[in-house]
């Protein structure tokens, strides 16, 4: 296969917990990494692997992976973690990253 | 700490081949395990990984982009290149080069970007 699906929007109130999750066939073989994207700016990797975090990303954030579905958390959502995030990995050739569509995270 | 700075033309014209160049600082190009990779983002969409080439100079391409794609290293400006033939206005987008460190790792470095346009 060679999608990644997350959906489009999600919004979480100040200092709560919100998960966005990723499906994708390959990821029952393959890790996720998760990005974050402000406006104008290029993309932060915030996690790869099974779960760890690049230094200097705060450790409210957070990854998981089960069967084809992959979890970014952000434990205590605040003010500057609204953003754009996509999910990546490889698609079952191996060779081929592929990036999903992304979601919008409101924090209201 | 690695930085990448993309480079690139200004506004292009349909048919035309598009060349960006990658400068990569802090770090060598040739250090081993790194993939160095294209990707780009439509207005207001979401992200297009174009291709790699890894340092020994090995390339994979997006088949969706494959023969109009060409990704090459000038290791002793410590840089990689990008060039797409026949662009048209779906090409289109701001152009990242990325560093992934290890198979799979996530890209962890990115340049800024940069803002193709395609017009007549």
């Known amino acids: 296969s060679s999608e990644l699906t997350q959906d489009p929007a999600v919004s979480v109130a100040l200092g709560q917990p919100v998960r966005i999750t990723c499906q994708g066939d390959?990821?029952?073989?393959?890790?996720a990494s998760w990005y974050q994207q402000k406006p104008g700016q290029a993309p932060i990797l915030v996690i790869y692997?099974?779960?760890n975090r690049p230094s200097g990303i705060p450790d409210r954030f957070s990854g998981s992976n089960s069967g084809n579905t992959a979890s970014l958390t952000i434990t205590g959502a605040q003010a500057e973690d609204e953003a754009d995030y996509y999910c990546?990995?490889?698609?079952?050739?191996?060779?081929?990253?592929?990036f999903g569509g992304g979601t919008k995270v409101t924090v209201l | 700490q690695v930085q990448l700075q993309e480079s690139g033309p200004g506004p292009m014209k349909p048919s035309q081949t598009l060349s960006l160049t990658c400068s990569v600082s802090?770090?060598?190009?040739?250090?081993?395990?790194?993939?160095w990779s294209w990707i780009r983002q439509h207005p207001g969409k979401g992200l297009e990984w174009i291709g790699f080439?890894?340092?020994?100079?090995?390339?994979y391409y997006n088949p969706s982009l494959k023969s109009r794609v060409t990704i090459s290293v000038d290791t002793s400006k410590n840089q990689f290149s990008l060039k797409l033939s026949s662009v048209t206005a779906a090409d289109a987008a701001v152009y990242y080069c990325?560093?992934?460190?290890?198979?799979?790792?996530?890209?962890?470095?990115w340049g800024q970007g940069t803002l193709v346009t395609v017009s007549s």
């Open positions: 990546n990995s490889r698609d079952s050739s191996g060779y081929l990253a592929l």
């Open positions: 802090g770090g060598s190009i040739n250090s081993g395990g790194f993939y």
């Open positions: 080439i890894y340092y020994r100079g090995t390339t």
């Open positions: 390959s990821l029952k073989t393959y890790y």
């Open positions: 692997g099974q779960n």
């Open positions: 990325a560093r992934e460190s290890g198979y799979n790792y996530g890209f962890d470095s």
